[in-house]
Nanobody
Framework: QVQLVESGGGLVQAGGSLRLSCAAS????????MGWYRQAPGKQRELVAA???????NYASSVKGRVAISRDNAKNTVYLQMNSLKPEDTAVYYC????????????????WGQGTQVTVSS
């Protein structure tokens, strides 16, 4: 059974940093593009960042320059380093896996994690 388990969320002050982790089970990690999405209350889920099997990355314009996505294929884990956090970054952050970057960008991954809450106080 494929599982994606996020960790690292929490409460942080504006300007602070957090690193989210997503550990994947099964054999899908190495063969898939990984993505981080977020959903704030009352808003649609949006893609934050994605990384392909080969390490190519894609970022939402709202986080570019403040966020870095990376993956450790040996540990089946993808990370999201978030710096200079703002109150508007407050959301539930979801890890996801999909076969192509196109599907991730279209918010059509095959697998989803359960989400981790990030709260940024002003």
């Amino acid at each position: 059974q494929v599982q994606l388990v996020e960790s690292g969320g929490g409460l942080v002050q504006a300007g602070g940093s957090l690193r989210l982790s997503c550990a994947a089970s099964g054999s899908i990690f190495s063969g898939n593009t990984m993505g981080w999405y977020r959903q704030a209350p009352g808003k649609q889920r949006e893609l934050v960042a994605a990384i392909t099997r080969g390490g190519s990355t894609n970022y939402a314009s709202s986080v570019k320059g403040r966020v870095a996505i990376s993956r450790d294929n040996a540990k089946n884990t993808v990370y999201l380093q978030m710096n200079s956090l703002k109150p508007e970054d407050t959301a539930v952050y979801y890890c996801a896996a999909g076969t192509t970057l196109e599907l991730i960008v279209q918010s059509r991954p095959r697998y989803w994690g359960q989400g981790t809450q990030v709260t940024v106080s002003s």
